[in-house]
């Protein structure tokens, strides 16, 4: 059963950096690439970025770039993506979703996803 | 980046009847090569992540059932339930993948009249 499961809730301060992590199962990182997703509380969902599989070659959203990075190690399946200065408006849940078909790049659909981190920022 | 407007926000549906969303994106996310339209649609219920229901406007997701169906072209598309159940309550999304800065819409939320 294709499956991603995430790392657990993360409490930060503004100024700090977070790494979410997201464990591939039955679904390889080296023929297909991940999504990461995040929704505010009570908000819509917002586009992070997407790595390649297998290159690891990414593409962040606009007003992201700069602040995030995003990476996987094929070795055991396991993306990551780290947000760095974080505010408080970065609170949210976070998502890593694998792509709807493979070899498509970023222009694709997003199945399956994981069940979600979510990061607060608060002082 | 192309903008994804749904609506209603919110729509209050009775069980058995259809729930009709609308997706319109500012420009056109049909991509001629493939002859496909880009978009998809992905329900959420509260706690839980997205789920895809829909791609390509409207090939169904196996496994999904068939009261669900997209509809569509160009920039106006349609997410129809044809038979509202209690298990769909929930907030529905589309999504474009036409340009590589991906969006979603704001997403509608349906409920038992």
């Known amino acids: 059963q294709v499956q991603l499961v995430q790392s657990g809730a993360e409490v930060k301060k503004p100024g700090a950096s977070v790494k979410v992590s997201c464990k591939a199962s039955?679904?390889?990182?080296?023929?297909?690439?991940i999504t990461w997703v995040r929704q505010a509380p009570g908000q819509g969902l917002e586009w992070m970025g997407w790595?390649?599989?297998?290159?690891?070659?990414?593409h962040y959203a606009q007003k992201l770039q700069g602040r995030v990075t995003m990476t996987t190690d094929t070795s055991t399946d396991i993306a990551y993506m780290e947000l760095r200065s974080l505010r408080s408006d970065d609170t949210g849940v976070y998502y890593c979703?694998?792509?709807?078909?493979?070899?498509?790049?970023?222009?694709?659909?997003?199945?399956?996803w994981g069940q979600g981190t979510l990061v607060t920022v608060s002082s | 980046d192309i903008v994804m407007t749904q609506s209603p926000d919110s729509l209050a549906v009775s069980l058995g009847e259809r729930a009709t969303i609308s997706c319109k994106s500012s420009q056109s996310v049909f991509y001629s090569p493939q002859n496909t339209n880009q978009l998809a649609w992905y329900q959420q219920k509260p706690g839980q992540p997205p789920k895809l229901l829909i791609y390509w406007a409207s090939t169904r997701k196996s496994g999904i059932p068939d009261r669900f169906s997209g509809s569509g072209s160009g920039t106006d598309f349609t997410l129809t339930i044809s038979s509202l159940q209690a298990e769909d309550v929930a907030v529905y999304y589309c999504q474009q993948y036409y340009n590589s800065q991906l969006t979603f819409g704001g997403g509608t939320k349906v409920e038992i009249k």
């Open positions: 039955a679904y390889s990182l080296i023929t297909n690439g």
């Open positions: 790595i390649s599989p297998n290159n690891g070659n990414t």
């Open positions: 979703a694998g792509d709807g078909v493979s070899g498509s790049g970023p222009w694709n659909w997003f199945d399956p």
